[in-house]
């Protein structure tokens, strides 16, 4: 180590000035300068757990916009003969996402479906696994793979003479059979005698096919008994099935007009314009699932949003007053956040909804309900910012200089604080999405009469089909379950970039 005698011993002629001819200036910075929120979105891209759930947020979130709006099923679409029917991925899909399920059924069943096939050309049974003996042995059971929608088969309606017209129109025009003859009551199975798909012969109330001995159905269809040909006594004039010798009976004249036998795959598309497809299947009551669950997860988003933004101004507000003034005025509006916050919030939610519902309606008092204690949370991270922030050197030479109060808390403490207050901000939606579907799933909020969906709605709905139709209840689900995880680890991101001194402190 070199001490202070040899360096004083250091000749004078070793010394030399480095610039001596130069005059030395600042020198310009290569970088350009980085604010607050671009070094808080720097931070955040290295999270790529949080990227990837804003990604999936993100999608959710158009997912909840686009699909109503293109969505052919309206909200108000209700289809009785085509509830709880499997997801459907397009109209001619076969192997996956087909809207059939593996079943197995009995002889009578198996017959019904058969004869379905033959009469229209829509075969239910899309593959016969094999059969198998009964357990007492005395029937053949057989294991298939059963479509949802062609299962439905013909349906009887009432039709007044101008539909009636308009359908035969269709038929003639597009070269389509929609109506189909009408068969003798009398002749149906006793326990099936409003059953339009039983057109053939049976035996027995079970429903099995009475075949002829050649193992054919033998049709039970209505005959024109006036003699007077076609058309005679429904009027038809239009595509018969093959077989008919011109006697047939396509409709039974009634008060309001025709009682007619219809293909309902068939009618669908007369009346919709395309072909049966719902996506993710549909609900109990025949509404489409895939834009019943969009609505009911665009309502969630606008609820928890509004939640959010109505909770960060009020606890932003009230938040700052405690902070910056402290002391008594502290103390006092501290007691009264004290005594909102030790009311639990499901039974505030619960009584609004009987007494305040009936007057402002179900949406408004849960919003109430949501926003009367909800803003707490947020004026308690508010009022710690501002004690931390407000002693600072800055705020001390802004007051020194005139600045006023109001100026001094949203122009110069509030800014520091917009980060901590932007993630509990976040924060809120999940648990507002949360809370307002376990509200609709336990029924105390009962958004269905207000024409309204939500996603725990949909979860209310389908928990009676779990173990039948659990496609009903898995896709709100999943939905739910993605968007909490999604943004609970996004909200860690967000917490990290604004505040790299809390990274991890919530793990």
């Given at each position: 180590m070199t001490n202070k005698t040899e360096i004083?011993?250091?000749?004078?002629?070793?010394?030399?000035?480095?610039?001596?001819?130069?005059?030395?200036?600042?020198?310009?910075l290569d970088t350009k300068p980085i604010g607050y929120f671009r070094d808080a979105f720097n931070r955040f891209k290295r999270n790529k757990g949080s990227v990837v759930s804003a990604i999936i947020i993100l999608f959710l979130l158009l997912y909840a916009i686009i699909t109503p709006i293109f969505s052919p099923y309206s909200a108000t679409f209700l289809d009785g003969y085509y509830s709880t029917v499997l997801p459907k991925i397009s109209a001619k899909a076969n192997g996956f996402w087909d809207g059939a399920r593996r079943e197995k059924i009995g002889e009578s069943r198996y017959d019904y479906y058969t004869a379905m096939a033959q009469e229209s050309g829509y075969n239910p049974l899309r593959k016969v696994y094999g059969t198998a003996l009964s357990e007492d042995r005395q029937s053949t059971v057989y294991d298939v793979k059963l479509d949802s929608y062609y299962k439905v088969g013909c349906q009887f309606f009432d039709l007044k003479p101008d539909a009636y017209n308009a359908l035969i129109?269709?038929?003639?025009?597009?070269?389509i059979q929609v109506i189909y003859p009408m068969t003798d009551a009398s002749k149906r199975p006793s326990a099936f005698t409003n059953d339009a798909n039983y057109w053939y012969r049976t035996s027995g109330t079970k429903g099995k096919a009475d075949?002829?001995?050649?193992?054919n159905f033998v049709n039970i269809y209505m005959r024109d008994a006036s003699g007077g040909g076609a058309g005679d006594i429904d009027k038809y004039d239009s595509l018969?099935?093959?077989?008919?010798?011109?006697?047939?009976?396509?409709?039974?004249?009634?008060q309001t007009g025709y009682r007619v036998r219809v293909c309902y795959y068939?009618?669908?598309?007369?009346?919709n314009g395309f072909e049966p497809c719902f996506v993710f299947g549909t609900t109990g009551n025949g509404q489409d699932l895939f834009g019943a669950l969009a609505r009911g997860a665009r309502f969630s988003f606008i609820l928890a949003i509004s939640v959010s933004l109505i909770n960060m101004i009020i606890g932003a507000i009230f938040g700052a007053i405690e902070g910056y003034y402290g002391g008594a005025l502290d103390l006092i509006m501290e007691r009264f956040v004290e005594i909102l916050s030790g009311v639990p919030f499901i039974i505030l939610a619960t009584l609004f909804q009987f007494h305040l519902a009936n007057k402002v309606g179900v949406v408004p008092s849960l919003l109430f309900a949501f926003v009367l204690t909800g803003w707490i949370g947020t004026a308690g991270t508010v009022r710690t910012q501002f004690y931390r922030f407000k002693h600072q050197e800055y705020v001390l030479a802004a007051r020194t200089l005139g600045a006023k109060d109001a100026r001094l808390m949203f122009r110069h403490i509030f800014p520091n604080s917009l980060g901590t207050i932007i993630t509990s901000s976040v924060l809120v939606i999940p648990g507002v999405i949360g809370t307002e579907s376990m509200l609709s799933y336990l029924n105390i909020v009962n958004l269905e009469g207000s024409g309204t969906t939500s996603v725990g709605t949909l979860l209310s709905a389908g928990q009676g089909l779990m173990t039948t139709d659990p496609h009903v209840l898995l896709f709100p689900a999943i939905f739910l379950a993605l968007l909490m995880i999604c943004f609970n680890l996004f909200g860690n991101g967000l917490r990290d970039a604004f505040n790299p001194s809390l990274r991890g402190s919530g793990e």
């Open positions: 004083g011993n250091i000749p004078k002629e070793k010394f030399e000035f480095a610039q001596r001819e130069e005059t030395l200036h600042d020198v310009k129109e269709y038929q003639n025009k597009n070269n075949k002829d001995a050649n193992g018969r099935i093959d077989g008919d010798d011109g006697t047939y009976q396509y409709a039974v004249p009634n068939k009618y669908f598309e007369y009346v």
